[in-house]
């Protein structure tokens, strides 16, 4: 059965840095682009950053650009999320996802096919 496992997510200060890892297993996503996406309470779940099968293309939302890195390792079916200079307001449960069906990089989650079970990140002022 193919999942996807994120970890990394914590209390963090303002201003600091966290990288997050979302694991897969059961298939190879080498094959699938990728995303970050994130749900503050009482909110929406929001895309945050996505990449090609690659890594060659990437896309971010703009509050995060410039501090946000995403990246993958095909070779561990492995994706990544580098996020510095934190801020109060990135506070939410990070989510990883991956899709099948899209033939360029989308922040629509409905057309990512798997899903983490998220990873909490809470930056304190």
């Known amino acids: 059965q193919a999942q996807l496992v994120e970890s990394g997510g914590r209390l963090v200060q303002a201003g600091g840095s966290l990288r997050l890892s979302c694991a897969g297993s059961g298939r190879s996503f080498s094959n699938d682009a990728m995303g970050w996406f994130r749900q503050a309470p009482g909110k929406e779940r929001e895309f945050v950053a996505a990449?090609?099968?690659?890594?060659?293309?990437?896309t971010y939302r703009d509050s995060v650009k410039g501090r946000f890195t995403i990246s993958r390792d095909n070779a561990k079916n492995t994706l990544y999320l580098q996020m510095n200079s934190l801020k109060p307001e990135d506070t939410a449960v990070y989510y990883c996802?991956?899709?099948?069906?899209?033939?360029?990089?989308?922040?629509?989650?409905?057309?990512?096919?798997?899903w983490g079970q998220g990873t909490q990140v809470t930056v304190s002022s």
């Open positions: 990449i090609n099968f690659s890594g060659g293309t990437t």
């Open positions: 996802a991956a899709t099948t069906r899209a033939t360029t990089l989308t922040a629509l989650a409905s057309r990512y096919d798997y």
